[in-house]
């Protein structure tokens, strides 16, 4: 919006002329979205108290676990989804199709969250929105844009190879059921990692800033080229999204981080996944969404495991799925166990970049 305000006036005014520059709107979607959740959180985690409306905590946790958290407000991703959106209205450039495309996952997901969280703050129940009524719901938010980006030229149906040079296969209309598998996936493993404090969200801000730097490349055509991977009009805009992202994670991490004294909620998970999913196919950089992402993966993979095993040999495999619950059975520290996950999806982050030198 700002871009679209002010840049007409820097020929008059050589100081608006700072709007047109990508990097000069990302810094300030960043201090946007932190500034907005800093301050709206501490009303936001009153008014919640107030309404008793806390967290639902499994009851087959480690003891210690459930008593720590019991009573801890939730939904803590409504001001970050919020601060999210404002900062990328405010920032980026709104004649960019795929803003459009990422904000209506980023909201539209959230809004299934929320459905999500109200049933079972209100319920008192930890079991929410049925199960298959949160899938349909994912495939209608994800695959209305999907399609719409596909149909305008917006999303291209290739799908690239990150570790072979110019290497791409065109999957046509399947491409679809691709990214429908990529956004539901990805939302689902963002909210099964969510599960400890301020353990999601490092993951989150890592893979943003990673998808922001390849966003960010995409969008600048001699970047591109040189590093041979495909060039995405007005991608450099997703950049600005990516680091209101890391922005609004600051600021929710204040008040999350151990012990927390709000939760993110499905409300978050699920709508920060959704964004994370929809960058990998707006950047066309899918396939290497499941190494930035892989603390995601591990998490999803886990409970994958733990129930087919268990349905195939009546045996579990971990103490508790998702991953991180079977570390607290084997004794060790919350706070080591986030550390440790965010350390690991630094490095991941660091090879996933790394890959576009192998191009």
């Known amino acids: 919006m700002l871009y679209h305000l002010l840049v007409p006036l820097a020929d008059e005014h050589i100081v608006f002329n700072v709007f047109r520059y990508t990097s000069f709107r990302t810094a300030w979607a960043m201090i946007t979205a932190l500034l907005f959740c800093y301050f709206v959180f501490p009303a936001f985690i009153r008014w919640m108290k107030a309404r008793k409306m806390a967290q639902i905590i499994r009851d087959d946790g480690p003891q210690e676990h459930i008593e720590s958290k019991v009573g801890t407000p939730t939904m803590g991703g409504v001001p970050m989804i919020l601060g999210i959106a404002l900062a990328g209205l405010l920032w980026c450039r709104l004649d960019k199709p ?101 353990l999601a969200i490092g993951p ?28 995405v009009d007005g991608s450099g805009e997703l950049t600005i999204l990516c680091m209101a992202v890391v922005g609004a994670g600051l600021g929710f991490l204040w008040y999350n981080a151990y012990p927390a004294q709000i939760f993110m909620g499905d409300v978050g998970s699920l709508a920060l ?57 084997q004794d060790w520290s919350e706070p080591k166990i986030i550390v440790r996950f965010w350390i690991i999806s630094i490095l991941l982050a660091l090879v996933a970049l790394t890959t576009l030198k192998l191009r």
Do not use: C
């Open 204 to 231: 989150v801000m890592t893979s943003a800033v990673t998808f922001g730097i390849l966003a960010y490349i995409a969008g600048h055509a001699g970047f591109s080229e040189y590093l041979n991977i495909p060039g």
């Open 98 to 198: 795929v803003v459009w495309i990422a904000l209506t996952v980023l909201l539209g997901y959230g809004v299934i969250g929320f459905i999500d969280d109200w049933k079972k703050v209100m319920e008192k129940s930890s079991d929410g929105l049925a199960g298959r009524w949160k899938i349909v719901l994912q495939l209608i938010f994800g695959g209305v844009p999907l399609v719409l980006g596909v149909h305008f030229g917006v999303i291209g149906t290739e799908v690239w190879m990150p570790f072979v040079k110019g290497f791409a296969v065109d999957i046509w209309w399947f491409y679809l059921a691709f990214g429908l598998f990529i956004l539901v996936g990805t939302s689902n493993a963002v909210n099964l990692t969510d599960g400890l404090d301020g």
């Open 273 to 329: 996944g959704g964004l994370l999913g929809i960058l990998a196919i707006l950047t066309k950089q899918e396939i290497l969404l499941a190494l930035v992402g892989g603390i995601f993966v591990l998490e999803a993979l886990s409970v994958i495991i733990q129930v087919a095993s268990f349905k195939l040999t009546g045996k579990r495999v971990f103490a508790m799925a998702p991953i991180h619950h079977h570390y607290e059975k």
